[in-house]
Every structure is written in structure tokens, then in C-alpha cells.
């Protein structure tokens, strides 16, 4: 079935960067966006960017402009998400998910999420 | 980018309804019929619940239900049951490709 499959943990020092993975499979992937999605431990969920694996086009949010880079790589058909400047409150779920326009721009297919943790 | 206003807890009995609202402002909610809501299981990723205000995608229970009026969309739960408790969130489109999530509501089925 379409799935996203996501790196694993990550334990970083404050400062540092984190690249997670997501590859995708079972669809056409330069059809579909793909947007990164995060959860601080008991907290919400946060949009932080998104773009287009056919353009390689990408949005981000304010928040995260200028620390965050959102790449692609069609040949293995997987998304990356670099956060850089890592500070203790980046401690989250880092998730990648797709959204269809068949469905309104919705999230339909998620990854099963990155536990990034930033610790000194 | 504010996130859209959530209660941050509601509770129903079996068989009740419940209503979760949503608000935005008129550059997201009231500007774009792209609301959608996610419901959440502890450890687990979003489900996608309602898309494009009020269509449910294919398998999600009819008792699964959206709306929106003004800068304000809603989901209804009508026949609570023990396996609808969870955490709920909204999302909106803000401009043609930015997104902003609702801050999350903890439905508690007494």
C-alpha cells in the first residue's frame, strides 16, 4: 500500500543539525506534495513547510525560515528535512506527510514520525 | 501564522453528541474551503477525519461529520463511542500553499 517511511531517532547537542529521511512508496511521487509536520512532546501539531518533489519548490513557515531545508531526491523517491540551529525546544515528532488535491489539499498519507531529541 | 483557536477539552458520554470548534480569521478558515481535522491516538500519527470543510474520505464513520460558518468550522461526533477518545485537530489553508494546525482538542468519552 502507499506508505511514507521515516528515519529513525535522532539524539542531537544544542547547535546541531538533523537531516530526516521519509521515502515514499507505492505512488507517483512527484505528484504529490509533501509537507513536514512536527510534535513537541504533549503539545500540538505544528505546519512547518512543504514542498513540491516534482519542482523541488518549497514554503516554509516564518518560524522556521532560514533553518530549514526541505530537499528531494526523485531517483529514490525520498524527501529529506534538514533542521539546523537545533535549540532544546526542537525536541519533537518529526513528521512527513502528503497531501492530495483530490482530497483538498488534505494530509492523507503520514510517515510514521522521527523522534528528534536535543539534549546537551 | 497564529494557530486556530481549539477548546482544549471536551467530554460526552456514550451515545451523545459533541461539537469541536475551529477558529480562524478571514485569511484562513473564512478565506478557503480547505478546513480538514485529524483525529490522533496516543503514539500514533494523524488520521484524517473531514476534508474540504464537510466530505468524509472513503472509510471514515458517517457519525464523522464538518461544517463551517464565517471564520469558524466545527466537527460533530454524534454517537460517542469509547474508541473516539483521542485528540483532535484542525487545519486551514492560510494562503494557496501555507498551512496553520489548530492547537488540539482532548475528547474524553465518560
Known amino acids: 500500500q502507499v506508505q511514507l517511511v521515516q528515519s529513525g531517532p535522532e539524539v542531537k547537542k544544542p547547535g546541531a543539525s538533523v537531516k530526516v529521511s521519509c521515502k515514499a512508496s507505492?505512488?507517483?511521487?512527484?505528484?504529490?506534495?509533501m509537507h513536514w509536520v512536527r510534535q513537541a512532546p504533549g503539545q500540538g501539531l505544528e505546519w512547518m513547510g512543504i514542498?513540491?518533489?516534482?519542482?523541488?519548490?518549497?514554503t516554509s513557515a516564518q518560524k522556521f525560515q532560514g533553518r530549514v531545508s526541505m530537499t528531494r531526491d526523485t531517483s529514490t523517491t525520498t524527501a529529506y528535512m534538514e533542521l539546523s540551529g537545533l535549540k532544546s525546544d526542537d525536541t519533537a515528532v518529526y513528521y512527513c506527510?502528503?497531501?492530495?488535491?483530490?482530497?483538498?489539499?488534505?494530509?492523507?498519507?503520514w510517515g510514521q514520525g522521527t523522534m528528534v531529541t536535543v539534549s546537551s | 501564522q497564529s494557530a486556530l483557536t481549539q477548546p482544549a477539552s471536551v467530554s460526552g458520554s456514550p451515545g451523545q453528541s459533541i461539537t469541536i470548534s475551529c477558529t480562524g480569521t478571514?485569511?484562513?478558515?473564512?478565506?478557503?474551503?480547505?478546513v480538514s481535522w485529524y483525529q490522533q491516538h496516543p503514539g500514533k500519527a494523524p488520521k484524517l477525519l473531514i476534508y474540504?470543510?464537510?466530505n468524509r474520505p472513503s472509510g471514515v464513520s458517517t457519525r464523522f461529520s464538518g461544517s463551517k460558518s464565517g471564520n469558524t468550522a466545527s466537527l460533530t461526533i454524534s454517537g460517542l463511542q469509547a474508541e473516539d477518545e483521542a485528540d483532535y485537530y484542525c487545519?486551514?489553508?492560510?494562503?494557496?500553499?501555507?498551512?496553520?494546525f489548530g492547537g488540539g482538542t482532548k475528547l474524553t468519552v465518560l
Open positions: 506527510a502528503r497531501t492530495s488535491w483530490a482530497l483538498g489539499g488534505a494530509f492523507d498519507i
Open positions: 507505492r505512488y507517483r511521487f512527484i505528484s504529490y506534495y
Open positions: 514542498i513540491h518533489p516534482g519542482r523541488g519548490n518549497t
Open positions: 478571514s485569511s484562513d478558515v473564512g478565506d478557503y474551503n480547505y
Open positions: 474540504d470543510v464537510i
Open positions: 487545519t486551514s489553508y492560510s494562503s494557496s500553499i501555507t498551512l496553520v
